[in-house]
């Protein structure tokens, strides 16, 4: 005959249930990875999204006369009507077509790397030198380089080849700017390509050679498809650079000339913020340029994910 009473044991086991909770794990390994989460999301906020809500906002105030005078979007239909920043968004279309070429060279050279062809040892020796280097020095080697009585165009003149305008001519001096920027900075993507490397399994690569593939073969159909996500990855922050970190080169080799034919919109805020002392419109152009890099970027993990769904 049992008792009225309730047992203690299974009353002790009902509370560490309880204290356990649904998930049948104790709620302060529960709660454990949102502290150790807390001061990166507060980082974040304070000191990213918060200045990010503060310049969009910023971006429908007035300047000059009308500072702080909400104004609407009269900012924004300046930009438009404005043709250095018209210049400014064609220039960003010419960075997201040679966005490949600036992903495919340290992938490939990763690829080198990684399969030990002839000369590896050279690429893994110097592939990281040019990152260490400033912007203004790159800049400013280059200029050397390239002036037109430089020493480029003195070894081109002696196989007879004429000289050219390198930071002169509005048609090539754009994708010289690129291609430096290219060169000093392929380093950090070549590093995280070979990180990505790291996690390919081998298996596969030793199974093409077995079958005979050609190292296109392999690059197509084995690394590609197994670096995917390092891929997609190298593209966002590749085009992130490309479109916020070229001022330093900008500055010094063309001042966004000539003829406007460098004008990027990182350029075009800063002149509006330092020089005309316009900090809404500023804001207006970085609002502006956030959103293109959002868009752009996310198309491209859109298509990067289907190309490798298909392949």
């Known amino acids: ?11 002790d086991t009902s509370r560490r249930r309880v204290r356990r909770g649904a998930s049948g794990r104790p709620r302060g390994e529960r709660l454990a990875p949102y502290l150790l989460v807390a001061p990166a999301v507060l980082i974040i906020v304070v000191l990213r999204l918060y200045p990010l809500v503060l310049g969009v906002n910023f971006s429908f105030t007035g300047d000059g006369v009308r500072n702080g ?52 040892r050279v690429y ?64 950090m993507s070549l590093v995280v390509f070979l990180a990505g490397f790291a996690t390919l399994d081998s298996a596969l690569l030793d199974a093409a050679r077995v079958d005979g593939a050609s190292l296109p073969q392999v690059i197509r159909h084995v690394i590609v498809p197994g670096l995917s996500r390092t891929i997609q990855f190298v593209f966002v922050t590749t085009m992130i650079g490309m479109l916020t970190s070229m001022f330093g080169l900008l500055y010094v080799m063309t001042s966004g000339g000539p003829e406007g034919s460098t004008y990027l919109p990182e350029y075009y805020i800063w002149i509006q913020q330092g020089q005309m002392n316009r900090p809404a419109l500023a804001s207006a152009a970085s609002t502006a340029l956030f959103v293109i890099m959002l868009v752009v970027g996310l198309l491209q993990i859109h298509l990067l994910r289907r190309a490798g769904k298909e392949s």
Do not use: C, Q
């Open 69 to 120: 005078t909400a104004v609407g979007l009269d900012n924004y239909r300046e930009l438009l009507a404005d043709p250095l920043f018209r210049t400014a968004l064609g220039n960003v279309g010419w960075l997201v077509l040679l966005l490949p070429v600036a992903v495919a060279i340290p992938g490939l050279l990763a690829t080198f790397i990684y399969l030990r062809v002839p000369g590896h």
């Open 124 to 187: 893994r020796s110097v592939y990281f030198f040019p990152a260490v280097l400033s912007p203004v020095i790159v800049g400013a080697i280059f200029n050397l380089l390239l002036a037109f009585d430089g020493p480029l165009n003195t070894v081109l003149g002696s196989v007879g080849v004429p000289p050219t305008d390198w930071l002169g001519d509005p048609d090539i001096a754009k994708f010289v700017v690129v291609g430096v920027h290219v060169w000093a900075t392929f380093g």
């Open 1 to 11: 005959m049992r008792s009225g009473r309730a047992d203690p044991a299974a009353t």
